[in-house]
């Protein structure tokens, strides 16, 4: 008997080691990964309920705490990506038929909508041009409407490249007696973040993005709040998997068994939090804006223009408009093809109207910077 192999159903391939090309990645994510989380990935992994793992998995909590600004004990990584956490966010709190209100103004606005819907939730919106940020007024307005239980915002809309500010918003959620979840994928590391200043009361990331870390495990964390109304509910969470009152117990005292952790991922987010932590926190988040700063004002040297004002713009994420007559995907690829260098293009509403350029954890250094611009000057028909 022979056992075949086929790809796409046509060629037989002779299938040779592992080889990929070596890009600078500077699109809406993944990241590149700092060298010394490369490494710690590369260790021989340990069982994961070895005593050495749970010590580890300690120290992951403390870490996204510190990294998050919170004492939320229900702090956690979880298996999968970005998504994920965000799933598990939405599913341990939603109960059929709760009023989730969620403001949308670019693409993971629009996914949270999809998800809590799933869920059960009677879900409604509010709703901005991509690029544009909720002001305080208008999310009290949209409280006042809506009564919901659970305000989802993004705080950093990957699509469009805007900051939402959360200054203020927590308060209001208590005042109209709420939980406020709050989408931090493309804030978390780059982007100063209070969560109990700011009473969120959940909050998802990932961990490709401002942390330089191979995606896969996921920053995840829920306050006394959401807590507390997870341990109300009248139904079970619909999603075994993503079960905090079942991961709770894998990652809190009991250890008790709940799925096997992606350990290896694991160590690589244990070195990307540590190296936040070398860094300084502070330190972290002023070499994004000061890197970020100094691509805006070199893209804007060439003559092009950003997509969002500058106050909501974010640190991690440009939005830079494609000039009149050039074929912004033809020059991405370009760069892709013959520079080694990843640029994003725009999604929905901004579908054709921009590119995005992500300057992320271990990548938000000025000689990325330079090299993108230089490599711009030389191919844009400016
Ligand atoms: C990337 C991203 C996600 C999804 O994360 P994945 O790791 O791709 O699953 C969610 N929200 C925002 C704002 C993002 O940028």
């Known amino acids: 008997m022979t056992l075949t192999l086929s790809i796409n159903n046509t060629q037989r391939l002779q299938l040779n080691p592992l080889e990929m090309p070596n890009r600078l990645l500077l699109g809406p994510g993944p990241s590149n990964i700092h060298p010394a989380v490369l490494q710690a990935m590369n260790t021989p992994p340990v069982g994961h309920l070895d005593p050495t793992f749970l010590a580890l998995m300690d120290e992951i909590q403390a870490l996204l705490r510190y990294v998050w600004q919170t004492e939320n004990p ?83 809309e990957t699509s469009t490249g805007a900051r939402q500010p959360l200054e203020g918003v927590g308060d209001l959620c208590r005042e109209f007696d709420c939980l406020l979840l709050v989408d931090t994928v493309t804030s978390m590391g780059g982007v100063p973040l209070f969560l109990d200043e700011w009473k969120v009361d959940l909050a998802y990331s990932c961990s490709q993005k401002g942390l330089g870390c191979p995606p896969g495990a996921s920053p995840f964390t829920m306050g006394s709040r959401a807590v507390e109304k997870m341990q109300q509910r009248r139904t079970k969470v619909a999603n075994w998997y993503l079960d905090m009152t079942l991961l709770g117990k894998y990652w809190g005292s009991e250890r008790t068994y709940h799925h096997t952790a992606p350990i290896n991922l694991y160590y690589a987010l244990r070195e990307a939090l540590r190296l936040i932590t070398e860094e300084g926190l502070e330190n972290c988040w002023t070499r994004h804006q000061k890197n970020v700063e100094y691509l ?85 028909p400016l």
């Open 74 to 156: 229900l702090t956690i990584a979880v298996s999968g990506t970005g998504t994920a956490a965000m799933e598990a966010t939405l599913a341990n709190v939603t109960e059929p038929g709760d009023v989730v209100l969620v403001g949308v103004s670019g693409y993971f606005g629009n996914r949270l909508v999809d998800m809590a819907g799933r869920y059960g939730a009677d879900v409604r919106t509010i709703n901005k041009p991509w690029g544009q940020v909720f002001a305080l007024e208008e999310i009290r307005a949209a409280l006042e409407t809506h009564r919901p239980a659970i305000l989802a915002l993004v705080n950093a």
């Open 296 to 380: 805006w004002e070199g893209l804007e040297d060439l003559g092009l223009k950003l997509h969002v004002e500058r106050e909501f713009r974010l640190p991690t994420l440009t939005t830079v408009c494609i000039p009149e007559g050039v074929d912004g995907k033809a020059i991405a690829r370009q760069l892709l093809n013959e520079y080694n260098i990843e640029i994003g293009g725009g999604l929905g509403e901004l579908a054709g109207k921009v590119w995005r350029v992500g300057l992320m954890g271990f990548n938000s250094r000025a000689e990325n910077v330079d090299r993108l611009l230089e490599t711009l000057r030389q191919i844009l």
